[in-house]
């Protein structure tokens, strides 16, 4: 497709269940990265992807949370026993390539509801 | 002190005039800069990048720089109702060797007819 698309555009779970979200970045672009925004925190970094690697973990805010990528292309964010404090929309973004000075171009997000 | 600082606003211009965005931060080795507009409901949308010292235009937006300073601004010339939404300024810190950034908490801007 012509942008980054994300899928589910919401997601209404109930506390303690299991949530995957997909993010499937523009055609060739290398990067890829998950943050997540929410009210009062403002947008945050949670991953970064180069290929299938992901050499930057550091935003992950706890271990319910992991990230993969497979064939350099989707990305799946997984949360597990998910909690009210998960409530956020998460954003996916590519940029062409990995390094510095790469413009990121956003996907709609997924808004996360955990009743 | 936060990374990366915006006054939230509301900053309020008349159509026509020049709105002026300001963002500082704290990181000196921060290499690049980054403008996103955000319509209320929707993603960050990417409107201006800026990496070495002094201005870059595109079209009726001009980002400047000055790191000396550590600071980053956005003009937005013969605004216009539309341009109304969250201007958030993101720095990818000097910090990381990967592309991450850092947003500040946005600038929210009303352009009244």
């Known amino acids: 497709g012509a942008g980054v698309s994300q899928s589910p555009s919401n997601k209404v779970t109930e506390k303690g269940k299991d949530v995957e979200l997909r993010c499937d970045p523009i055609s060739g672009h290398t990067a890829l990265y998950w943050y997540r925004q929410s009210l009062g925190q403002g947008l945050e970094f949670l991953i970064y992807?180069?290929?299938?690697?992901?050499?930057?973990k550091s935003g992950l805010p706890s271990d319910r949370f992991s990230a993969e990528r497979t064939g350099g292309s989707v990305s799946t964010l997984t949360i597990q026993r998910t909690q009210q404090e998960d409530s956020a929309v998460y954003l996916c973004a590519s940029s062409l390539a990995g390094g510095k000075n790469q413009p990121q171009h956003f996907g709609d997000g997924t808004r996360l509801s955990i009743l | 002190q936060k990374e990366v600082e915006q006054n939230s606003g509301p900053l309020s211009v008349p159509e026509g005039a020049i709105a002026s965005l300001n963002c500082t931060y704290s990181d000196r080795g921060s290499q690049s800069f980054f403008w996103y507009r955000q319509y209320s409901g929707k993603s960050p949308e990417l409107i201006m990048f800026i990496y070495s010292n002094g201005d870059k235009e595109d079209g009726r937006f001009t980002a400047q720089l000055n790191k000396a300073s550590q600071y980053v601004s956005l003009l937005i010339r013969d605004s216009q109702p539309s341009d109304s939404a969250t201007y958030l300024c993101a720095v990818n810190p000097g910090s990381s060797n990967t592309g991450k950034l850092i947003f500040g908490q946005g600038t929210t801007l009303q352009v009244k007819p």
């Open positions: 992807f180069q290929g299938n690697s992901a050499p930057d």
